[in-house]
Structure formats: structure tokens, C-alpha cells
């Protein structure tokens, strides 16, 4: 398909335009770097980029269906980037899946693409930072990010995001405990979800105490209760995040934040761009066993032949 | 300190000098290289990598404490690496502390490293991979690699490992169908932990039903209960893991393993080493917002002036 018709698909807000850039983007085709060069820009400054993360069984994937449906509900385009833990080989795309199956499958405004974090070579930051600004384009005046997991890429890709909520529920013991220091840096908002169990309201006090002193500072509440799978709580978290929303783009803080994801991705294109060559330099390496050597002469060979 | 101290400390197992080894690669002393070319080589070679991993919420450092007091009673030396989700700012060393404080706080024959994944700029696989070499040639037999999460940088850190087991225990619903496609791709042993709880019975079945062919291939057991907290079916467990040791070793599998794990290290290296001029040169570029072709001007800058 040809850039212009498929530009012409995302300004008509064609679904299947939008696949098909994001594949684009994601194979390298000829087409992609004119596409994404061409993307409409101010939809693209004007989107807001909600990531949600948290560790499994925290109930994500029926948060983010109930905060879709409530988005719908306000009449807004939605984009999802779910970012799947699982392989393309062996099947892929189940978050996606569990989100697509509840509630907006037939809905054309709910727009959904899932990226697996396994067996690619790298990249996932630059492919769904892409997908951000296709979605942006096509009209998706919010992008929700969803991904599994407390690991370094997970944080990676929320860094996309201009608001990141963590959700937890209650039973996961002392490992919140582990979790609890990296908290404040990732997470504007703490979700309790499941708040009708056991446990959640001293999981609340435990994060409200780790909270307290942003929300003195600007009024907004961090810490919200749900029970994602009545649809409970929901109205309450998106007026928190439209009021902590409005107060990042006066302050200028979601301009920083674009612009330090936008680090972040150039990063990961550079070693996107980068890998082939040196996985094939590498293997007419001289036989030493140290990483750090064998580094600094593949360096040294990168920028010797070019 | 001098190479040569730290090396005549790591040859006569001084945790100190491990402690200082390892500090001395992560801060990239002047040291380092030398220190890490000087390794004992054979001592790397035999020693067994296990990783361990797993959700938040499974049990994982109970079982890595209980690991450690079998292979105590073994009277093997052990080493292990604990990769903190948490930040070094903000504390750290979560992980760490609790298998500390478990068992082995006053057992010189156990030798913990705990690293942040967070906060730093990257290389994590690097400092792992340099910690392991530092552990193994300093005595430790054994090294445990004991990760939270079931993101992309847990998995390449778990690279580092010969062999690598995931923790599951009951309760995470659906989310562990989302992580199932995956296991097999990363995990060789699967252990149901708390396997005491409800649910524990339909979690083995099902995780018996994905390593059904391995374990009829080579009649090693891949799924195991154990219950950590009370010390139980952890002889069972190691002793599926040293059948599986030996069957990697004698069919090249675990030299086939280290092989892509140098790879993995040393891209990580070649990542940290460009990354300070990559972060200098990205200030410098205009203005465009397109991160694709900021990272091609920064390949091409970067070719040029070395």
C-alpha cells in the first residue's frame, strides 16, 4: 500500500489503516520513515498517553476494559497498545485478546494493537512509541498502554506514557513491600483494585502513606479503590487523571516528559539499527570469553568499516 | 586495592574482595579490565548458573533461602544475585536483605550481591554476567541468579543462567495463562510453590500438560511442588536439577547456553559503553521529532568523529 493511501487511511480514521502503518513500522518497510515523518504533529502533542501497569493477577486487563468503556461513554476515540509477555511463536496477543473479547470488539473506535516483549530483537520502546503516534493520528485522543510486570522494560515503555497508573490488589504479601521503593518513581497513580477483598484498605493506607505528600501538594488524589469487574471506582480514577492531566500540560510537565520518552525511543532505535551489524561482526570475533573486550573491538570495528 | 589483592582475595574466597570485585566493574574502575581478564577460567566454566524467577507474590525469595540451606547441607559454596526491582536511591536491596535476614546472614560460604534494575543507566547484564565470573572464581559452585518479574529484562538476565526455574504458586488467575505461551521459552523447571494452598493441584496439572514432552523426552521431572516456608520437596527438586545439570552438560547444551549468553553480555557492554556519548551527542541534534531520524544522525555522527 502506498504512504499517501495509507496517510489517507489514518486521517479517515480506518482501523485497518492503522494496523497496517503500525506493521509497516514495525517490518522497516520502505514507506515507514516517510509515514511517521508525515504524521499529523499536533494530534500527536495534543493525545494523552495513559500507561498501565502492575504485576499479574492485579486485574489490569478488566481495569483497562472498564476505563475504555467509560472513555467511550465520553465519547472518546481509543487507542490500546497492550504489550504482551507472551510469544508470537507460540500464540501471542492474549492480553489483547482478554481485552478485545469484553466489551469493544465490534466498536470502531476502540482501537487495539498488542506487541510481544519476547522473541523479537529489540525495539519494543521504538514500535510502541510509533504506535503511539499512528494511533495519535488516526485520531485516538487517548492511548492507553498497557503492559504485565514490574521489570526494566515494562518501565521502559510506560516512559512513553505521560501518566502511568500502577494497579495492585491486595494478597501479593511482602513483595509490594519490595515493590514500594521504585513505586513513586514510576507511578502517578496507585490502583487498588479488587477493593471488595481482604486486605485492600490496609494496602491503601500502606500507599496512601507513600502518596501523601503529592497529594498535599496539588490536590489530587493518587490512591483510588476499584472493583474493575463491577465497573466500581472507575468515574472517581478518570476525573483524578483528567485533573492531574490538565495540571501536567500547565505546568509543562508533560512537555518534559515527551521529551525524555523521546530519548528513550531515539536510544532504542539506535540499537534497533545497530544489532544486525553487530551480531554478524560478532561472530568474527577472535576467540575471547570477556563481554567487555569483545565489546570495545566490536566498537572499534563499527567505526573503523563505515 | 590492587588487581593483584583483589585476585589473591577472591582466589583464598574473601566476600569482601567479591563485594569489592564486583563494585569495582560496576563503577568501571581502571581495575576492572585486567581483574576481569585474570579470572580463573576453569573455575567459570564448571560452575552451575540457576535462575530463579517468577511473579511477584510466588514465594521466590523463601524458596532461594531454601535452596541455599540444601546446598549448605551439601556443603556447597554459593553465591547469589539478587536483582532488586527497587531503586538504589530510595533504598534498595530488598530482595537481598530478606534472604539475608532468612538463614544465611553469618554463613561466610554464602555470598549475596544484590544489583537495582532501576536508576541506572543500564548494563545490568553486563554487571551480572562480570558478578558471576567474580562469584565462580572466588569458589562459589553455585550461583543463583534470583530475579522478581516477568519482563524482558528478567528474561535477558535469566539468559545468564544454565538453568532456570519459575516460580508459580496458586491464586494469579488468568494472568498466568497470559505468561503460559511464554514459560517454555525461558523456563526449564517449573515449581508450583505453597503448594499446601488451594488450586495448587490444577496449577501442576496444568503446567504438567506444557512439559509433558520434555519430561518424556528425558525423564527429567519439570514441574515440582514444594512448600519453602516448611522446607519441603526441596530435595526432590535439586535433585531433578542436577540430573538436568548433567544433561546439559554432557550434550553441549550448557555450552551452547553460555555461548549466547557472551553474546547477550556483550551487547549489553557495547549498549553501556556508546551510551554516555550517545546522551551528549543527542543534545546537540536539531530540532526534529521523529526518533528514527534522530537515531540515524546519531549513528552517523557517532561513525564520523571516532
Not at 499529523?40 to 498501565?52: E, M, P, S, W, Y
Not at 496507585?190 to 505528600?213: P, Q, T, Y
Request: hydrophobic share 45%.
Amino acid at each position: 500500500m502506498k504512504t499517501e493511501d495509507l496517510l489517507a487511511g489514518l486521517n479517515s480514521h480506518d482501523p485497518r489503516a492503522i494496523g497496517r502503518a503500525i506493521s509497516a513500522v514495525e517490518n522497516n518497510d520502505d514507506c515507514s520513515a516517510k509515514l511517521l515523518a508525515s504524521l499529523n504533529r499536533d494530534a500527536i502533542d495534543n493525545c494523552l498517553v495513559l500507561g498501565i501497569t502492575g504485576p499479574p493477577g492485579a486485574g489490569k486487563s478488566t481495569l483497562t476494559s472498564s476505563i475504555i468503556k467509560q472513555l467511550r461513554e465520553q465519547q472518546k476515540r481509543v487507542g490500546i497498545i497492550a504489550i504482551d509477555p507472551s510469544s508470537p511463536i507460540s500464540g501471542g496477543a492474549i492480553l489483547g485478546d482478554r481485552i478485545r473479547m469484553m466489551d469493544h470488539a465490534l466498536d470502531p473506535d476502540v482501537v487495539l494493537r498488542s506487541m510481544a516483549t519476547r522473541g523479537r530483537l529489540g525495539g519494543l520502546c521504538a514500535s510502541a512509541g510509533a504506535a503511539v503516534r499512528i494511533m495519535a493520528a488516526a485520531g485516538c485522543g487517548t492511548i492507553l498502554i498497557e503492559t504485565v510486570g514490574v521489570g526494566q522494560s515494562e518501565m521502559d515503555i510506560i516512559r512513553l506514557a505521560d501518566i502511568t497508573m500502577m494497579v495492585l490488589a491486595p494478597g501479593f504479601g511482602d513483595d509490594i513491600q519490595a515493590m514500594k521503593a521504585g513505586l513513586l518513581e514510576v507511578a502517578d497513580f496507585l490502583v487498588v483494585n479488587k477493593s471488595d477483598i481482604a486486605g485492600a484498605e490496609a494496602l491503601s493506607m500502606d500507599m496512601e502513606h507513600i502518596f501523601a505528600a503529592r497529594e498535599e501538594e496539588d490536590g489530587i488524589k493518587r490512591v483510588l479503590q476499584t472493583i474493575a469487574s463491577q465497573h466500581r471506582g472507575i468515574i472517581e480514577l478518570l476525573q483524578q487523571i483528567d485533573a492531574f492531566a490538565d495540571h501536567i500540560n500547565i505546568s509543562g510537565i508533560k512537555r518534559s516528559r515527551r521529551r525524555k520518552a523521546l530519548d528513550a525511543e531515539t536510544l532504542d532505535w539506535v540499537s534497533e539499527m545497530l544489532q544486525p551489524d553487530l551480531l554478524t561482526l560478532m561472530q568474527t570475533l577472535p576467540g575471547t570469553n570477556d563481554p567487555r573486550l569483545r565489546a570495545q573491538e566490536l566498537i572499534k570495528i563499527m567505526q573503523n568499516t563505515h
